[in-house]
Every structure is written in C-alpha cells, then in structure tokens.
C-alpha cells in the first residue's frame, strides 16, 4: 500500500487514504440510480452495467479484496458555473487515475482498480457489437460497483465534499488476494 500511496501522491492527487476493505458495500440503491441513466453510459459500454456484471458479482470481486487505496481530485471553482474548472479537474483525475492504474496494474497484476464515471479509453466503445478493445485497461466506476462514494469516503477518514466552491472527484485501487 505503501508504494501505492505513494505514487498517488506524486501524481498529483489532492486526497489519498487506504481503506478498510471490509467495510465496502456493493448496494442495489447505487445500481438503480445508474439503471435511471442520467449519465447517458447505462447499457452503452462494457465498464457499466449491465455489461460490468450482476451487483452479487460486483460484490464478490470486492470480497476478494484485502486492501485498497482511495484517491480524490478536488476543485476549487470560481461559482456554481465553472464549468470550464469542473471539467479540467474531470479531466486531470482521469488522466491521473489512468496513470496510477496502470502502475497499479505492474505492481499488482489482478487489482481492481475503479474509477470516476464511465470508461473513456476509446472514443467510442464498442458494446454491444464487438468485444472491448482493451480489457486489460478498462474501468468500471466506482457506483458501477454499488459503491456509494460518500460512505466509501467516510470510512476511509476522508471528506466526500470539501466546502462551498469545490468539487471532488474519487477513484479507487482496490488489491485482490
Ligand atoms: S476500453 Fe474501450 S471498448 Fe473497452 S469498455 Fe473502455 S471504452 Fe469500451
């Protein structure tokens, strides 16, 4: 965890906590707000449900788990309205999650490493037609799992929401085995 810690913090990521596994919860509320699809990927890619696997399966995969590390990107945004800020922050946590993923993924080869929304690793995904292009890359979103980020937060001992003008963004590696 340690290694791991680490890396997330050179990356650049605002918020870093290891997590009590044991405490992760893959809840059917979580499942349904994604299946009312207000972000639009419900059904549209191999890293969301239905594609990603039953909320039982999901939650299985997190039993294996033994340790896990949680990582934010926090905003600070001029008003309500900064879009412009709350996209570059979107942006930036992918961008670094990918990283981290990735170096989790040579560390530890059967992680699970969950993200924030949909995967984006190719323009367009090919689900339903054809298989992913890139198993071995692909993430799930952290409430594809079932996993209500605010609990996840709070039991790892770190804030969900940081204040009027912010907005958080968080990801996570969980290590199986
Ligand atoms: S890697 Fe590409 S094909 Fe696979 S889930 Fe992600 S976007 Fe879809």
Redesign the pocket.
């Given at each position: 965890m340690e290694e791991l810690i680490r890396l997330a913090l050179e990356l650049g990521f605002t918020g870093v906590a290891p997590m009590d596994v044991s405490k992760l919860r893959a809840l059917p509320e979580v499942r349904e707000m994604c299946a009312s699809d207000r972000c639009r990927r419900y059904g549209h890619?191999?890293?969301c449900p239905p594609a990603c696997g039953t909320i039982e399966e999901t939650a299985e995969r997190m039993r294996a788990c033994t340790a896990g590390v949680l990582v934010q990107t926090t905003a600070q945004l001029e008003d309500e309205f900064d879009i412009e800020s709350m996209t570059r922050a979107q942006e930036e946590h992918k961008a670094r999650f990918l990283r981290l993923a990735r170096q989790a993924r040579l560390l530890y080869p059967d992680c699970l490493p969950l993200t924030a929304g949909s995967?984006?690793?190719?323009r367009s995904?090919?689900?339903p037609d054809r298989p992913?292009?890139?198993?071995g890359?692909?993430m799930s979103s952290m409430e594809a799992y079932g996993l209500l980020v605010s609990e996840v937060c709070k039991d790892a001992g770190i804030p969900y929401y940081y204040g009027p003008g912010t907005l958080t963004y968080s990801a996570c590696i969980l290590i199986r085995g």
């Open positions: 890619s191999w890293s995967c984006t690793i190719c995904c090919t689900y992913c292009r890139f198993p890359k692909m």
